[in-house]
């Protein structure tokens, strides 16, 4: 890791005009370095914008919690824990759209967020913790490396952004209540 963002902050994200706008640029930004999280590359700003308007409603009906890491006025980062689970899952959540502007990785934003992910999880009553991560050029190093088990992986499971197949790698991750 090179130098940690001695002003980084993790907080929960409500709807807004500028967070809509900075979430938008992270995903557009993400995709066309070859992240795979669900869009094709290029992605529209209305696409981009659409996708985080609807994530940030769900997040105001309780649905899931969006958070930012911040560097100043900047936002560097986000991951989404998703807590929309059936009626017999209510101990569990899903980690999905982890993504780092790709000037800012390796900071320590995406270790804050999963941590504060985490953090916010087990306060729910959330007691496991599910995530996927694309085989080729995903985060498999860093959710290891935080203390997620690797479960499996599923072949040719999505195409990448600029095209091809990969498969997708599964982990879990075991929570204490706080």
Do not use: C
């Amino acid at each position: 890791m090179t130098d940690t963002l001695p002003d980084l902050r993790v907080d929960l994200l409500a709807p807004s005009r500028s967070v809509s706008a900075q979430l938008a640029e992270i995903l557009i930004e993400t995709v066309a370095a070859g992240g795979s999280v669900g869009f094709m590359h290029p992605v529209t700003l209305d696409d981009a914008l659409t996708f985080w308007n609807k994530a940030l409603e769900a997040a105001q009906r309780g649905e899931r919690l969006v958070l930012g890491a911040w560097s100043g006025p900047r936002l560097l980062g986000t991951v989404s824990v998703l807590l929309d689970t059936p009626v017999n899952q209510p101990h569990r959540a899903e980690i999905a759209k982890m993504m780092t502007r790709p000037d800012a990785r390796g900071r320590g934003a995406a270790t804050a967020l999963l941590r504060r992910a985490e953090t916010l999880a087990a306060e729910r009553g959330r007691t496991l913790l599910i995530l996927d991560t694309a085989s080729d050029g995903g985060a498999s190093r860093l959710y290891e490396r935080l203390g997620y088990t690797f479960a499996g992986e599923l072949p040719d499971y999505a195409l990448k952004p600029h095209g091809g197949l990969t498969g997708t790698r599964l982990y879990y991750k075991r929570l204490a209540l706080t």
